[in-house]
């Protein structure tokens, strides 16, 4: 995920050349290290991001208070 800070279930798989359903697993782990973050709220078609990437990503994109 450093590469590619986005993925999905099916690229992680063909990239891996591991299962669809180890995969999801292995997402699903890295989401409850705190690593990746789920994106897109959905339940099928989920996006991935590496959190911490995404985080450095944004600072300072916040809107400024007056």
Known sequence: MQKKPLVDIGSV???LKISIPTATVAL???????IAKEVTGKRRARVF???RYLKNLSEGT???RH
Do not use: C, F, K, M
């Open 13 to 15: 798989a063909a990239n």
């Open 28 to 34: 699903d782990h890295l989401v409850r290290l705190g």
């Open 49 to 51: 991001g590496y959190s």
């Open 62 to 64: 916040e809107p400024i």
